[in-house]
Every structure is written in structure tokens, then in C-alpha cells.
């Protein structure tokens, strides 16, 4: 079996981390009401995208990651999410630390989210829980 060239220019460049995550939404202020309870802060944009095609409401969060909630001017399918379809399964947050981890338990429990508090894997340890479109969120952090 031979093995196959090595691509000079992809071995010097590094895949780049996530820079932002948008989420289609059916309800633009419900939506946005929960998710700056969640993370604690108020949206740093909220406009028409230039083109018109949809509109976004978008926080920054810590690391510089930027997470967006989309609506498209009432084109949505208006189906529920469901990560059995083909598309997104869920987002994963990172926390540093299983006792980070326990405290964003305990914030859920606060701001009235349901979920099943901390679940262990071999590969490490998450909090699941869903937001007003039942759209599946996790916290996790790696095995300790």
C-alpha cells in the first residue's frame, strides 16, 4: 500500500478553532432573553444582515468566540429542532474543570433550565440540557 503524498502547504497552516456558532431560532426575543440570562451578558449586535435575508442577535463570549441566534424573516420550517436529523447534534461549551462543571450545574438549576446534572464518561464529563427550541446545549470538560 502506498501512502499518499504529504500536502506541503496544509502541513504549515493550522486548522483554525471555531470563531462563532449561529443558531436559526423561531422566537428572536425569547430566545435572546434566555441566552443573555445564560451567559450573563447582553448582545453586543443585533441588525438586518446587509443582503436582508435574516436577521442576528449576536454575543461575544470568553475566548473570543462569537455566538450568534439567526432568524429569517419568517422562513424558518418552524419544526422543532431534532438532533436526529441530518445537521447539527448539539453545542458544546468547554468549562475547565469537573468542579466548573458542578457550578454551571447549579446556575442551570438557578435560571430554571432543566437538565440531569453532571453525566461521566471515560472521555470526560457534561452537563446537557436544551434551550426554548429544544435545540441541545452541553457543558463539558475532559476526563480528570
Same mark, same amino acid.
Given at each position: 500500500?502506498?501512502?499518499?503524498?504529504?500536502?506541503? @502547504?496544509?502541513?504549515?497552516?493550522?486548522?483554525?478553532?471555531?470563531?462563532?456558532?449561529?443558531?436559526?431560532?423561531?422566537?428572536?426575543?425569547?430566545?435572546?432573553?434566555?441566552?443573555?440570562?445564560?451567559?450573563?451578558? %447582553?448582545?453586543?449586535?443585533?441588525?438586518? %444582515? %446587509?443582503?436582508?435575508?435574516?436577521?442576528?442577535?449576536?454575543? $461575544?463570549?470568553?475566548?473570543?468566540?462569537?455566538?450568534?441566534?439567526?432568524?429569517?424573516?419568517?422562513? #424558518?420550517?418552524?419544526?422543532?429542532?431534532? %438532533?436526529?436529523?441530518?445537521?447539527?447534534?448539539?453545542?458544546?461549551? $468547554?468549562?475547565?474543570?469537573? $468542579?466548573?462543571? #458542578?457550578?454551571?450545574?447549579?446556575?442551570?438549576?438557578?435560571?430554571?433550565?432543566?437538565? #440531569?446534572?453532571?453525566?461521566? @464518561?471515560?472521555? &470526560?464529563? &457534561?452537563?446537557?440540557?436544551?434551550?426554548?427550541?429544544?435545540?441541545?446545549?452541553?457543558?463539558?470538560?475532559?476526563?480528570?
Amino acid at each position: 500500500m502506498r501512502t499518499p503524498a504529504r500536502n506541503e @502547504a496544509r502541513d504549515t497552516v493550522a486548522f483554525p478553532g471555531l470563531q462563532h456558532v449561529a443558531l436559526t431560532v423561531s422566537d428572536l426575543e425569547r430566545s435572546t432573553r434566555w441566552y443573555a440570562a445564560l451567559f450573563g451578558a %447582553e448582545p453586543v449586535l443585533d441588525e438586518d %444582515e %446587509e443582503g436582508g435575508r435574516f436577521h442576528h442577535t449576536v454575543f $461575544a463570549l470568553d475566548g473570543g468566540m462569537l455566538f450568534g441566534l439567526h432568524t429569517h424573516q419568517g422562513r #424558518e420550517s418552524g419544526e422543532p429542532f431534532d %438532533e436526529e436529523r441530518t445537521g447539527l447534534d448539539h453545542v458544546g461549551f $468547554a468549562v475547565g474543570s469537573h $468542579a466548573e462543571l #458542578e457550578q454551571w450545574a447549579q446556575k442551570l438549576t438557578e435560571l430554571g433550565i432543566a437538565h #440531569e446534572g453532571v453525566k461521566k @464518561a471515560h472521555y &470526560g464529563s &457534561g452537563v446537557s440540557f436544551r434551550d426554548p427550541d429544544n435545540i441541545a446545549l452541553e457543558f463539558f470538560t475532559g476526563p480528570e
